[in-house]
């Protein structure tokens, strides 16, 4: 099997281990997530990344409003998707984790460097969005275009290279695309939008604290929202990785 890189995956082989052990046998329900992620001492954003990693596996089968239930036993997958993607791949709160940090921080930046056509084009970003949610489509491209507005104000070529490599791995994500197979519906992305326009007012100021905080909020807040979407089980989750207040807020 390939090295296990971070931490989804060794909870994951863990998983796998018992299920190759014999502790568990096809159609036995696994324990839930929170009782998992309390046994091995890491957060529920993790055991929900190691579980879309079996399921991709196609080991488990994880049915909304039922439960994770063991489908296969290493070695028995047919029509097995390459492992090599799988575990190449990175995990969804991973790679949100890393725009949070990232682009909180690009905000600011930006704040101080946009200008009057920069907001023009963020606010025709937000408008198509707005149009997609009307029209109710599953399409984010205004979405990402108003992410890659804003750190294109920066006009510093190596933030625009990072922030479109990690729209990239999202796109080619089968993690993220898994996670979001279990969320029905758009109605969630109009929060989404609101915490857009907020960004976009803080940066027409040109105030780089409340850029800053608005976009690490907004980040926060999608992570929020699809663990809420994605949870099995209920949604009293507890799927903080970090303060939601970045610490250069109280500087």
Same mark, same amino acid.
């Given at each position: 099997?390939?090295?296990?890189?971070?931490?989804?995956? /060794?909870?994951?082989?863990?998983?796998?281990?018992?299920?190759?052990?014999? +502790?568990? =046998? *096809?159609?036995?329900?696994?324990?839930?997530?929170?009782? *998992?992620? /309390?046994? &091995?001492?890491?957060?529920?954003?993790?055991?929900?990344?190691? !579980?879309?990693?079996?399921?991709?596996?196609?080991?488990?089968?994880?049915?909304?409003?039922?439960? $994770?239930?063991?489908?296969? &036993?290493?070695?028995?997958?047919?029509?097995?998707?390459?492992?090599?993607?799988? %575990?190449?791949?990175?995990?969804?709160?991973?790679?949100?984790?890393? #725009?949070?940090?990232?682009?909180?921080?690009?905000?600011?930046?930006?704040?101080?460097?946009?200008?009057?056509?920069?907001?023009?084009?963020?606010?025709?970003?937000?408008?198509?969005?707005?149009?997609?949610?009307?029209?109710?489509?599953?399409?984010?491209?205004?979405?990402? &275009?108003?992410? #890659?507005?804003? $750190?294109?104000?920066?006009?510093?070529? $190596?933030?625009?290279?990072? *922030?479109?490599?990690?729209?990239?791995?999202?796109?080619?994500?089968? !993690?993220? =695309?898994?996670? %979001?197979?279990?969320?029905?519906?758009?109605?969630? #992305?109009?929060?989404? @939008?609101?915490? %857009?326009?907020? *960004?976009?007012?803080?940066?027409? +100021?040109?105030?780089?604290?409340?850029?800053?905080?608005?976009?690490?909020?907004?980040?926060?807040?999608?992570?929020?929202?699809?663990?809420?979407?994605?949870?099995?089980?209920?949604?009293?989750?507890?799927?903080? @990785?970090?303060?939601?207040?970045?610490?250069?807020?109280? /500087?």
């Amino acid at each position: 099997m390939f090295e296990s890189k971070r931490l989804y995956q /060794e909870i994951g082989m863990k998983l796998r281990d018992e299920l190759r052990s014999g +502790r568990y =046998q *096809i159609g036995d329900r696994l324990p839930p997530e929170r009782n *998992i992620a /309390e046994q &091995l001492g890491v957060s529920r954003t993790v055991v929900r990344e190691a !579980m879309i990693m079996l399921e991709l596996e196609n080991l488990i089968d994880v049915r909304k409003g039922s439960g $994770v239930y063991v489908i296969n &036993l290493p070695g028995q997958q047919h029509d097995l998707p390459s492992l090599k993607a799988i %575990h190449d791949d990175v995990g969804p709160f991973e790679l949100l984790q890393a #725009r949070q940090l990232l682009e909180s921080d690009i905000a600011a930046f930006a704040a101080t460097q946009v200008t009057k056509s920069g907001i023009a084009q963020m606010r025709q970003a937000l408008e198509l969005e707005r149009q997609s949610l009307l029209a109710d489509e599953d399409n984010e491209d205004g979405d990402e &275009l108003f992410h #890659r507005l804003i $750190v294109e104000a920066t006009e510093n070529g $190596v933030l625009i290279d990072i *922030i479109h490599q990690l729209w990239l791995r999202r796109k080619n994500s089968p !993690m993220w =695309q898994k996670l %979001h197979s279990r969320i029905a519906g758009t109605s969630y #992305r109009r929060s989404w @939008l609101d915490d %857009h326009l907020k *960004i976009l007012a803080a940066l027409q +100021r040109k105030d780089p604290k409340a850029a800053r905080q608005a976009m690490w909020q907004h980040l926060e807040n999608v992570k929020e929202t699809l663990l809420e979407l994605s949870d099995i089980e209920d949604p009293e989750f507890d799927g903080y @990785l970090f303060s939601s207040i970045p610490v250069a807020i109280g /500087e």
